[in-house]
């Protein structure tokens, strides 16, 4: 499957960003996904996971009650919903599906990865 995240830019602290990630090739119901999250001089580190039905969701402590995923999997596209954005969320946003779901992912357990999109928060 094709992963392809959409949506970064500059937004002042404070603002909203919504990311989407399109696949292609294959249906994305069949996979867990993940928004992961890259800032310069860090490691990959976890956003949020959502499970193939979209009925279960989690977040990393850093985001959450701030930011929502969600999926529509007759468009084949996950989305994550950034609300009262911090200048330590500048990254670059990835995109990731795994055959399975789990609460919490790890950058190693997913098969695929979209290229990544670029969330500058300004202060």
């Known amino acids: 499957v094709q992963l392809q995240a959409s949506g970064g830019g500059l937004v002042q602290a404070g603002g909203s960003l919504r990311l989407s990630c399109a696949a292609s090739?294959?249906?994305?119901?069949?996979?867990?996904m993940g928004w992961f999250r890259q800032a310069p001089g860090k490691e990959r580190e976890f956003v949020a996971a959502?499970?193939?039905?979209?009925?279960?969701?989690n977040y990393a402590d850093s985001v959450k009650g701030r930011f929502t995923i969600s999926r529509d999997n007759a468009k084949n596209t996950v989305y994550l919903q950034m609300n009262s954005l911090k200048p330590e969320d500048t990254a670059v946003y990835y995109c990731?599906?795994?055959?399975?779901?789990?609460?919490?992912?790890?950058?190693?357990?997913?098969?695929?990865w979209g290229k990544g999109t670029l969330v500058t928060v300004s202060s």
């Open positions: 959502i499970s193939q039905s979209g009925s279960n969701t």
């Open positions: 990731a599906a795994s055959t399975y779901y789990s609460g919490v992912y790890y950058p190693r357990g997913m098969a695929y």
């Open positions: 090739g294959r249906t994305l119901s069949s996979y867990g």
